[in-house]
């Protein structure tokens, strides 16, 4: 039996009832979010490699944060034939501030308390047992 494993640099936390913006604005549905990136769900297709902002909420306010495609897709179509896109995206040039919203969105959120997110994972060798 095969196992579908994907290493992350970040690990990623299921998220739900966040609500952002992604460029144009449009709005999304955060799925699933690490330090490193995002899923989020929307419509109108965005473009692998293209930049973009994601805005989410905190405490009042909206932090934004400079992103860039890395894969999107067709994921649904709502009741109306709209075609909604899941689209992951990658952070970059991520602010102090910024990842400090991240780290409190995904505790409050996603995150077992004991499970703080890391910033970055030290390399496994492979052992070839799964």
Do not use: W
């Not at 992350?8 to 699933?32: H, K, S, Y």
């Not at 306010?61 to 994921?75: A, E, Q």
């Not at 501030?97 to 991240?102: C, K, P, R, S, T």
């Not at 780290?103 to 409050?108: D, G, L, M, N």
């Amino acid at each position: 039996m095969t196992q579908n494993r994907q290493t992350r640099r970040f690990p990623r936390f299921q998220i739900r009832g966040v609500t952002g913006a992604v460029t144009a604005p449009r709005q999304a549905e955060v799925l699933d979010l690490s330090l490193g990136g995002a899923l989020v769900e929307h419509q109108g297709q965005l473009r692998v490699g293209a930049p973009c902002f994601i805005d989410l909420p905190t405490n009042g306010s909206v932090v934004t944060i400079r992103c860039r495609v890395v894969h999107s897709g067709v994921s649904r179509r709502g009741p109306s034939g709209a075609l909604y896109y899941c689209t992951g995206v990658k952070f970059v040039g991520l602010t102090p501030e910024a990842e400090e919203v991240l780290q409190a969105i995904i505790r409050s959120f996603g995150a077992p308390k004991d499970r703080r997110p890391r910033k970055k994972r030290s390399p496994r060798k492979s052992s070839g047992a799964m």
